[in-house]
C-alpha cells in the first residue's frame, strides 16, 4: 500500500479543506456577491407567490379592483427581479469558477516547484501527479458548489423566517426546523451514510481506472497473446465493482429525495393547520393566510442544492488533504537569504561530495570530487545504480550533498539562487520531457530568444538535421502528447538539442545516448569529445563508452565510489573498470 | 424498459400534485373567509398527510430507479467500447492520446449516465406534469388555462433555445477544459525539465495567461448562452403573477370560487417547474450526448487491422517462410511512408537479425509481422498464404513477442509470466524463468513466483521486466518469436545474460531479432539492414 491510498483523518481532512479555501480568499468579495444574488432570486421568487396569495385573499373579499393595484404591480415587479437577480448570479459565479480554477492551478504548481525532482522522490509516478492534477480540478467547486449553497440557503431563511415570525410566530418555528432538518440533518445523515459506500467507491473508481490505462499501455501485448478477452472481463469485473460500491449511493439519494418532499410536505401541512387555528382565533388576518402557507412551499428552494453541497464539501475535503499529502514533502533544498551572483567563466568542482539517502543505508555517493575547468569534456560512467545520476542532480541543486560541497567559480553554489544556477549549470536529464507541442517550441524552452535558425542548427548539431528537414512542418511539427509521436532515439536528441542551445557556462548531459545504437551512441560521444568549438564545460553521463576517446577525462563510478579516473588510452591500457565495460560492449 | 417506470411514476406524481392544491386551496378558503375551526378541516389535512407521503415515495423510486438503470446502460457500453479498440486497434492504443481514451470511458461515460438518470426522467415530468395540470386546470379557469397555454410554448421555445446554445457552449468548454487540463497536467508532468531548464516560473504565468484567457472568452459566450434562461426565467414568473391578476379579477367579479383559485395559482409554479428542471439539467444533458458522441466516434474508427470475412486456416511458420514482398506503410495522417518497400524473408528455424538507425520503422515492421497493423500495398505471406487472408487472432497463437519496453500487468510474478499461456504447469513456469534467467530475482523475493506487481505494489527493474517478458516469450513456446531490442536499456551486464537467453530461445525457433548492440546481431545467421524505407543491406547472409 502506498500512502497515497490510506484512508485520510477527518482532521486532516477539514483542516486541508479550510487551507484550501484560504487560497482563494482574494475572491472573497465576488463570492459574497454571488452570494447576495442568489438568495436575492430565491426571495424574489418566494416573495411573489406571497404576494399571490395575499393578492387573491383580498380579492376574495371583492374589493374595488384600485386597491389591487399596487398588489399586482408588485408582482409583476418580483417576476423581474428574479429574472434579473438570477441570470447576474450565474454570471457573477460562473466568472468566479473559472479565477478559482486558475488560482488554484498556479498555487499549486508553485507549492510543486520546489520539491521536483527530489522531494517527490517515491511518489514520483504519472499516476500521482496525474491525480494531483484531478484534485486540483476538483477543487474549483469548493467556493461555488459547495460552499456557495449553504451560505445563500442561510442568508434566505433568515430572511423569510423573520418575516414570517411577524406576523405567526408559531409558522416561523415551524418553518425554521422544517429548513434545518432539509437543509442541514438530511444532507448531513446522507453524507454520513453515503460515506462509507464513498469511501468504497473512490478506491473502486481508481482500480476501474488503473485497469483501463494497463489495458490501453499493453493492449498490443494482450493482443499478440491472445488474451484481450480476459482483460476485457478484468474490466468488465472492475467496473460491476464500481457499480455495486455505487448502488448504496443510489438508495441513499433516492432516500433522500424522498424524506425531502416529506419535510417539505409536511411544513406545508402543519403551517396550514396552524396558520387555520390562528385565522380561527383572531391571531391572523385571514388575508395573510394563504399568503404564509404559499410562503412555506416556496421557501424549499432555498435547501434543494444542499445535499448536492455537502457531497461535494466532502470531495473537495478529500483533494485537499490528498494535495496535501504531495505538497507537504519537505522541501529538499532552498535558497539562500541573500544569492550571491554567479561567477563568470569558472570552474565546476566537486569537493568530496558525499550523498546518504534516508530511505537507504548504503551511500549514493562516497567522497566524490571532480572539476569540470571550462572547455573540458569530461565522461562519467559506470553501471546504472553507480550514482551518476546522483552527482548531476547535486551540481543543479537538485539535492545537497550530505557532506562535501559543489563549487562554481570558487563559490559553494548553496550561496547562489538555484535559479540563476541552473542557467548557468544546464541538465539535460535522462528522463527529459517532450511537452505537447512543437519541435521548435521544445527546443526553444531551453532558450527562449533563439532563433528559428538557431533552433535547426542545434537540431542537427544533435543528428537531426536530416529528420526534420524530412519532415513536411520542419521544426513545427508537434511531437504528440508528452513526445508519443516521435521515436525514443529521436526524444533524446530532441532533449540534446536543448543542452546545446542553452546559453549556459556549462552543460550536464545525463544519458543523452540512452535510445540510440551502438554506432549512433558511438558517433555522438566522439562528437562531443573531438568538436571543441563550443567553449563550454561537458559533463557526460553515460553507461555506453565507445567513442570516449577524445575526452579530457573519463571517471569511472562504481557504487557511489570513484574507481578509476584518467584519459581513454590511459584507462584502456590500465586494463581496469573502463576496459571491462568496453569489453562488454 | 426504465422509460415506462419514468412514465407510471410521472403520471402518479402529477396527480398528487393536482390533489395537493386542490386540498391545499380547500382547507385554505375553509378558514378564509369560510371560518372553519382547525376541526372541521381536519378530514381534508390528513388527506393531504396521506398525498405528500406518496409524493415522498414517488419521488424516492424516480431518483433510485433512475440511477440504477442509468448505470446498467453505462456499465455495458464501457464494456463494448474497451472490447471494440481491443479487437480493432490493439497497437493504435499506445500512440493516440491514450489519456483521451481513459478520459472517455470514465469520466465521459459519467456524464452519459447523468444523462441517463436525470435528464430522460425529467424530460418524462416535464412532458406528463403540464399534461395533467392543463386537464384539471382548463374546465375550471378558461382564463387561467389559456394564459398557461400561452407561456407555455414560450417556456418551451426557450428552453430548446438554451439547450442549443447551452450545447455549443459546454462543446466549447468540455474541448477548453480538457485542454487546459492536459496543459496543468504537461506542465506538472515536465515539471523537472522546466526546472532544469530555468523555466518554472515562466510556466506559472503561462498557467495564469492561458486560464485568464479562457476565462474571458468563456465569459463572452455565457453572457450570451444565459440570456435565453433569463427570458425563460422571466416567462416563468410572468406567467405566475399573470394567473394570480387574472383569478384576482374573477374572484372579484364572483366568476370564480375562491378554493378553486387558491388550487389554480399553486398549479401554476408546479407546470413550470418540470420545464425549468429539464432546462437545469440541459449541460448533463450536452455533457453526456458529447460524451456518447466521442463513444461512437472512437466505435466507428476504421480497424487498424482488417479480419477477413471467411478467414483461412492459419500458416505455421515452422512449414515454410515468413515472406514480406514490396511491403509499405504510412502511419495515418503523415504524408510519408515510414515503409517504402519491404522485403524479407525469415526461413523456418532461421535466426535472423534486422538493424538499422533509430526511426528507420523496425518495430513497424515488427508490428506488422505481429498483424497488429495492416500494410499499405505489398503482400505478407507465410507457407505460401497470404496472412491479410488468415484471422489476426489465430495466426498470433503462432507469435512470441517481446516488445521494447514490455508491460508488466497488476497481478502476480506467475500472472504476468503466464500472459502468453495461462494454463502452463509450475515445471514450465519454472523452466521459463531459468531460462529468461529470472531466477535470480525469484529467489530473492519473500513470495517467489506469487509476489504481487502493480501500482504500489513492488515494481521491477527494466532489467527485470525485460527478462519477464522473455520468460513469457519461452513458456509460450511459439515457432516464431519477434525480440525488439530486447537490451536497450540494459546495463552491460544485464544485458550479457539477456544475450544468454536470447541464445537458448533461438534454439528450434524463427526469430526475427531487432537490434542495434553488435554483439548480440553477431550470433544472428543472417543480418539486414532498413534504412530509408527499404533493405538496403542482404550482405550479413553467410
Known amino acids: 500500500m502506498t500512502t497515497t491510498q490510506s484512508p485520510v483523518s477527518k482532521a486532516d481532512r477539514w483542516g486541508a479543506l479550510e487551507r484550501a479555501a484560504r487560497l482563494v480568499r482574494p475572491r472573497r468579495g465576488q463570492l459574497v456577491l454571488s452570494i447576495v444574488l442568489g438568495a436575492g432570486a430565491i426571495l424574489a421568487a418566494v416573495a411573489l407567490l406571497a404576494v399571490a396569495g395575499v393578492l387573491i385573499s383580498k380579492a376574495a373579499l371583492r374589493p374595488q379592483i384600485l386597491t389591487l393595484a399596487l398588489f399586482t404591480v408588485g408582482v409583476r415587479a418580483l417576476a423581474i427581479a428574479r429574472a434579473l437577480l438570477r441570470y447576474c448570479e450565474r454570471l457573477v459565479s460562473h466568472d468566479l469558477a473559472f479565477r478559482v480554477l486558475a488560482d488554484l492551478r498556479v498555487r499549486f504548481f508553485e507549492r510543486l516547484i520546489p520539491l521536483v525532482p527530489e522531494g517527490l522522490r517515491g511518489i514520483r509516478s504519472g499516476d500521482v501527479l496525474s491525480r494531483f492534477v484531478g484534485d486540483v480540478d476538483t477543487l474549483q467547486d469548493l467556493y461555488l458548489r459547495a460552499l456557495g449553497p449553504p451560505l445563500i440557503a442561510l442568508l434566505a431563511i433568515v430572511v423569510l423566517a423573520g418575516a414570517v415570525a411577524i406576523v405567526l410566530p408559531a409558522a416561523a418555528a415551524v418553518l425554521v426546523v422544517a429548513m434545518l432538518f432539509a437543509g442541514l440533518l438530511l444532507p448531513v445523515i446522507a453524507a454520513r451514510a453515503g460515506r462509507s459506500s464513498g469511501l468504497r467507491e473512490a478506491p473502486a473508481r481508481a482500480q476501474l ?377 | 424498459m426504465p422509460l415506462l417506470g419514468a412514465v407510471v411514476l410521472g403520471v402518479v406524481t402529477s396527480l398528487l400534485v393536482v390533489a395537493q392544491a386542490v386540498l391545499l386551496g380547500r382547507v385554505i378558503a375553509g378558514a378564509f373567509p369560510g371560518g372553519k375551526g382547525l376541526s372541521e378541516v381536519s378530514g381534508e389535512l390528513w388527506i393531504l398527510v396521506a398525498v405528500v407521503a406518496a409524493r415522498a415515495f414517488c419521488a424516492f423510486g424516480f431518483e433510485t430507479s433512475g440511477r440504477l438503470g442509468a448505470r446498467r446502460v453505462v456499465g455495458e457500453l464501457r464494456a463494448s467500447l474497451t472490447a471494440h479498440m481491443l479487437d480493432t486497434r490493439p497497437a493504435g492504443l499506445r500512440s493516440q492520446r491514450a489519456g483521451e481514451l481513459v478520459t472517455n470511458a470514465v469520466q465521459g461515460l459519467s456524464s452519459l449516465e447523468a444523462y441517463f438518470a436525470r435528464y430522460l426522467p425529467q424530460l418524462v415530468l416535464a412532458v406528463v406534469v403540464p399534461i395533467v395540470i392543463m386537464i384539471y386546470v382548463f374546465p375550471q379557469d378558461l382564463a387561467a388555462g389559456t394564459i398557461l397555454l400561452v407561456t407555455l410554448p414560450i417556456i418551451t421555445l426557450f428552453m430548446v433555445l438554451i439547450g442549443l446554445a447551452a450545447r455549443t457552449a459546454t462543446e466549447r468548454r468540455w474541448r477548453t477544459l480538457s485542454l487546459l487540463s492536459a496543459h496543468f497536467l504537461d506542465a506538472v508532468k515536465g515539471l523537472q525539465t522546466l526546472k532544469a531548464n530555468d523555466r518554472a516560473q515562466r510556466q506559472v504565468e503561462s498557467l495564469r495567461e492561458t486560464g485568464e484567457q479562457y476565462r474571458s472568452e468563456t465569459m463572452v459566450t455565457l453572457r450570451i448562452a444565459f440570456l435565453s434562461s433569463l427570458v425563460l426565467e422571466l ?142 500495398a505489398g503482400r505478407m505471406l507465410c507457407n505460401g498464404v497470404n496472412l491479410l487472408d488468415v484471422d489476426p487472432k489465430q495466426w498470433r497463437k503462432q507469435l512470441a513477442w517481446v516488445p521494447q519496453r514490455p508491460t508488466l500487468f497488476s497481478g502476480t510474478l506467475s500472472e504476468n509470466i503466464r500472459l502468453g499461456r495461462p494454463e502452463a504447469d509450475d515445471t514450465a513456469l519454472l523452466a521459463a524463468c531459468a531460462d529468461a534467467g529470472l531466477e535470480r530475482l525469484v529467489d530473492s523475493l519473500p513470495e517467489g513466483l506469487e509476489t504481487p506487481l502493480g501500482e504500489g505494489q513492488r515494481t521491477l527493474s527494466a532489467g527485470e521486466t525485460q527478462r519477464v517478458a522473455l520468460a513469457r516469450a519461452f513458456l509460450r513456446d511459439a515457432p516464431f518469436v519477434i525480440l525488439d531490442e530486447p537490451t536497450a536499456h540494459l546495463d552491460a551486464e544485464s544485458s550479457a545474460a539477456v544475450g544468454d537467453a536470447i541464445a537458448r530461445l533461438s534454439v528450434s525457433r524463427s526469430v526475427l531479432l531487432i537490434v542495434h548492440r553488435p554483439a548480440l546481431a553477431a550470433a544472428a545467421d543472417r543480418i539486414v539492414t532498413l534504412r530509408g524505407g527499404v533493405i538496403v543491406d542482404g550482405k550479413g547472409e553467410r
Open chain 1, 209 to 585: 481506472s488503473s485497469e483501463l490505462v494497463e489495458l490501453v499501455s499493453g493492449a498490443a501485448e494482450l493482443a499478440v497473446y491472445g488474451r484481450e478477452q480476459q482483460w476485457a472481463e478484468r474490466l468488465e469485473s472492475a467496473d460491476s465493482q464500481l457499480a455495486a460500491t455505487e448502488r448504496p449511493g443510489a438508495w441513499i439519494s433516492g432516500i433522500t429525495s424522498g424524506v425531502g418532499v416529506a419535510i417539505g410536505g409536511a411544513a406545508m401541512v402543519a403551517v396550514a393547520a396552524i396558520g387555520v387555528q390562528a385565522t380561527a382565533s383572531g391571531q391572523l388576518d385571514g388575508v395573510l393566510l394563504a399568503g404564509i402557507v404559499f410562503l412555506t412551499i416556496g421557501a424549499f428552494e432555498a435547501v434543494v442544492g444542499l445535499p448536492d453541497a455537502a457531497q461535494r464539501l466532502t470531495a473537495c475535503a478529500q483533494a485537499a488533504a490528498r494535495l496535501e499529502r504531495v505538497t507537504e514533502a519537505p522541501i529538499p533544498v532552498s535558497d539562500p537569504p541573500i544569492p550571491v551572483p554567479v561567477p563568470e567563466g569558472g570552474s565546476l568542482t566537486f569537493e568530496n561530495v558525499s550523498v546518504v539517502f534516508d530511505d537507504r543505508e548504503q551511500a549514493a555517493l562516497r567522497d566524490v570530487s571532480a572539476a569540470l575547468a571550462p572547455g573540458s569534456r569530461i565522461a562519467l560512467v559506470g553501471a546504472s545504480g553507480a550514482g551518476k545520476t546522483t552527482l548531476a542532480s547535486c551540481a543543479v541543486r537538485f539535492l545537497d550533498p550530505s557532506s562535501g560541497r559543489v563549487t562554481l567559480g570558487g563559490t559553494d553554489i548553496r550561496e547562489l539562487s538555484q535559479d540563476a544556477l541552473r542557467s548557468a549549470v544546464r541538465l539535460v536529464s535522462q528522463e527529459a520531457y517532450l511537452f505537447t507541442t512543437t519541435i521548435a517550441q521544445n527546443v526553444r524552452l531551453a532558450a527562449p530568444e533563439a532563433s528559428d535558425e538557431q533552433i535547426i542548427a542545434a537540431l542537427s548539431r544533435a543528428g537531426l538535421g536530416a529528420w526534420i528537414a524530412s519532415l513536411p512542418e520542419g521544426i513545427e511539427t508537434l511531437v504528440g502528447e508528452e513526445g508519443a509521436e516521435v521515436s525514443g532515439g529521436q526524444r533524446g536528441r530532441i532533449a540534446l538539442a536543448r543542452g546545446l542551445i542553452a546559453q549556459s557556462q556549462i552543460v550536464i548531459l545525463d544519458e543523452p545516448t540512452a535510445n540510440l545504437d551502438a554506432a549512433g551512441a558511438r558517433d555522438l560521444l566522439s562528437a562531443i569529445g573531438s568538436e571543441r568549438s563550443d567553449p563550454r564545460a561537458m559533463l557526460v553521463i553515460t553507461h555506453t563508452v565507445e567513442g570516449l576517446d577524445q575526452f579530457d577525462e573519463i571517471i569511472v563510478l562504481d557504487a557511489g565510489a570513484i574507481v578509476e579516473r584518467g584519459t581513454w588510452g590511459d584507462l584502456i591500457a590500465s586494463d581496469g573498470a573502463l576496459a571491462r565495460l568496453s569489453a562488454a560492449a
Open chain 2, 235 to 376: 416567462a416563468a414568473m410572468m406567467g405566475t403573477a399573470l394567473v394570480a391578476a387574472t383569478v384576482a379579477i374573477q374572484l372579484i367579479n364572483a366568476e370564480l370560487n375562491f378554493a378553486t383559485a387558491l388550487a389554480v395559482l399553486l398549479l401554476a409554479p408546479e407546470l413550470y417547474l418540470p420545464i425549468r428542471m429539464v432546462g437545469q439539467q440541459f449541460h448533463a444533458s450536452t455533457d453526456g450526448l458529447t460524451a456518447a458522441q466521442q463513444c461512437f466516434e472512437l466505435l466507428d474508427t476504421p480497424a487498424a487491422v482488417g479480419v477477413p470475412a471467411v478467414p483461412l486456416p492459419s500458416p505455421d511458420p515452422r512449414n515454410g517462410p515468413v515472406v514480406l514482398e514490396t511491403v509499405r506503410f504510412a502511419y495515418e495522417g503523415r504524408g510519408e511512408a515510414v515503409l517504402e518497400s519491404v522485403n524479407l524473408t525469415i526461413d523456418p528455424g532461421e535466426q535472423l537479425a534486422l538493424v538499422g538507425p533509430s526511426g528507420q520503422g523496425k518495430s513497424t515492421v515488427a508490428a506488422l509481422i505481429l498483424r497488429l497493423l495492416d500494410p499499405n
